[in-house]
């Protein structure tokens, strides 16, 4: 069966440090991988997707990006965090021209201070 | 473009009451829509889904019927439980439209025992 892990499950940074989260799934080839973003109280907010290795597309400017080295491996990164930038990552994936369902990872909450 | 309108929260509810959540949405094409469900703390998880008019999703005791002449997909439970208590998207895909996934703004519920 297909499983999806982040990591960090939490993280506390200074404004102004870099940032590195991870996201792999496990189970499934050539997944559609998607980055989200919940803000205290608000819904999701899609920040980038990828429908392949190297292939990403960002939704959102902002000083965040995101890298898939690898078929199954999604990172977000950033080279200098904003205190805007706290929230609650979550990661997803889907079957690529299915119905579209997504599988969501547990997420990871970011505090920059 | 496409959209999905829910009903703003916090519902808050005793045990075994009825529940009902409003869910509209607008979409060119032959959209899924979806119901998920955020336990506090947690990812998304798929509550139920419909991929086509007058299909119902149903799961844990929660149904939703895709209704095409309404453009709505209203979550109802006819008892609900404490347990119950978690953030509840309605969300919608079109398999034409690069595999993304529009989620509504979420709805908390409150289940009081």
Same mark, same amino acid.
């Given at each position: 069966?297909?499983?999806?892990?982040?990591?960090?499950?939490?993280?506390?940074?200074?404004?102004?440090?870099?940032? /590195?989260?991870?996201?792999?799934?496990?189970?499934?080839?050539?997944?559609?991988?998607?980055?989200?973003?919940?803000?205290?109280?608000?819904?999701?907010?899609?920040? =980038?997707?990828?429908?392949?290795?190297?292939?990403?597309? /960002?939704?959102?400017?902002?000083?965040?990006?995101?890298?898939?080295?690898?078929?199954?491996? =999604?990172?977000?990164?950033?080279?200098?965090?904003?205190?805007?930038?706290?929230? =609650?990552?979550?990661?997803?994936?889907?079957?690529?021209?299915?119905?579209?369902?997504? =599988?969501?990872?547990?997420?990871?909450?970011?505090?920059?201070? | 473009?496409?959209?999905?309108? &829910?009903?703003?929260?916090?519902?808050?509810?005793?045990?075994?009451?009825?529940?009902?959540?409003?869910? !509209?949405? !607008?979409?060119?094409?032959?959209?899924?829509?979806?119901?998920?469900? &955020?336990?506090?703390?947690?990812?998304? &998880?798929?509550?139920? #889904?419909?991929?086509?008019?007058?299909? #119902?999703?149903?799961?844990?005791?929660?149904?939703?019927?895709?209704?095409?002449? !309404? !453009?709505?997909?209203?979550?109802? #439970?006819?008892?609900? &439980?404490?347990?119950?208590?978690?953030?509840?998207?309605?969300?919608?895909?079109?398999?034409?439209?690069?595999? #993304?996934?529009?989620?509504?703004?979420?709805?908390?519920?409150?289940?009081?025992?």
């Amino acid at each position: 069966s297909q499983t999806i892990h982040q990591w960090p499950a939490t993280l506390v940074q200074p404004v102004g440090s870099p940032l /590195s989260l991870e996201c792999t799934v496990e189970g499934t080839s050539n997944p559609n991988l998607y980055w989200y973003r919940q803000a205290a109280g608000r819904g999701l907010q899609l920040l =980038f997707y990828s429908v392949g290795i190297g292939q990403i597309s /960002s939704e959102v400017p902002q000083n965040l990006s995101a890298s898939r080295p690898q078929d199954r491996q =999604f990172i977000l990164s950033s080279k200098k965090l904003l205190l805007s930038d706290s929230g =609650f990552y979550l990661c997803a994936w889907s079957v690529p021209g299915t119905s579209g369902e997504q =599988f969501f990872g547990p997420g990871t909450r970011l505090t920059v201070l | 473009g496409n959209s999905v309108t &829910q009903m703003e929260g916090p519902v808050t509810l005793s045990e075994e009451a009825f529940l009902t959540i409003n869910c !509209t949405y !607008t979409a060119t094409g032959y959209p899924s829509l979806f119901w998920y469900v &955020q336990y506090p703390g947690e990812g998304l &998880q798929l509550l139920l #889904k419909a991929t086509k008019a007058d299909d #119902k999703g149903s799961n844990k005791g929660f149904e939703a019927t895709y209704r095409k002449e !309404t !453009t709505s997909f209203h979550l109802e #439970k006819g008892s609900v &439980q404490v347990s119950d208590s978690a953030v509840y998207f309605c969300a919608l895909s079109d398999v034409n439209r690069d595999d #993304k996934i529009i989620f509504g703004k979420g709805t908390r519920l409150h289940i009081l025992p």
